[in-house]
């Protein structure tokens, strides 16, 4: 069954240190991968996506996320967080089910940024 | 920019209620989407719609939802008889086509009490 896993729940870093979140996925076929980002009370925001091709893609914000189909990973990067990306981020998979693409999400993962 | 736009942004309705959720997709989008995310957990999808029709369901999309496109504009979520289980943030997405990326409301959160 297709799954995403983000096996930290919680990182805390400090601000201006170098972040990555880790995303894996099950998917039997070509991904195509997401990350959101939702601030507190907010709505998910898209970060960035891979559908195909180069497999660091550039997002917003500064964030970049790699493709490692090894790995069945799709990790979040940021070389230098601000307070400002303290929210939680979410991976997402799209599964194509019946023509029509479906998001699975994984459970997210909280970032705290101390001053 | 364009956006989708949900109202209302939150709503308390007393549990065996009929409550309807509503969205504005982006204008050119033809794929429509609810999602659910109960407080603390995962983000989870409920229904695709397509062509004034479901194109999938989750299970957890049982006969107390339904969702309707009722103009050129609106896509609604109506729950029949609400639960306290009900009680969540629920999300309406849109995509331009079947296989490009979702871009989603700010949400309606939903208190059953």
Redo the contacts between chains.
């Keep these: 069954a297709q799954s995403v896993t983000q096996p930290d729940i919680h990182i805390t870093v400090s601000e201006g240190a170098s972040l990555e979140l880790r995303c894996n996925y099950s998917y039997g076929a070509t991904p ?1 991968l ?1 990350w ?1 980002v939702q601030s507190p009370g ?5 970060l960035l ?1 891979y ?1 195909s091709g180069d497999t660091l893609v550039q997002g917003i914000k500064g964030f970049e996320a790699e493709f490692k189909r090894s790995q069945s990973s799709f990790n979040l990067r940021k070389p230098s967080v601000h307070w400002s990306d303290a929210a939680e981020y ?1 991976c ?1 998979v ?1 599964v ?13 993962t909280r970032l705290a940024v101390h001053p | 920019e364009p956006e989708v736009t949900q109202t209302p942004s939150h709503q308390v309705t007393q549990m065996g209620q009929e409550v309807i959720l509503r969205c504005v997709p982006i204008s050119n989008h033809l794929y429509f989407y609810w999602y659910r995310q109960i407080l603390g957990q995962k983000v989870e999808f409920l229904v695709s719609f397509y062509n004034n029709e479901i194109s999938e369901k989750s299970e957890i999309f049982d006969d107390q939802f339904s969702v309707e496109r009722p103009d050129g504009s609106n896509f609604t979520l109506k729950i029949r008889s609400t639960k306290l289980e009900d009680s969540a943030m629920y999300f309406c997405a849109s995509s331009e086509h079947s296989n490009t990326e979702a871009f989603f409301g700010q949400g309606t959160r939903l208190t059953v009490v």
């Design positions: 195509y997401f959101y907010q709505g998910l925001q898209l996506k559908f979410f997402a799209a194509l089910s019946g023509g029509y693409n479906k998001l699975i999400f994984g459970a997210g």
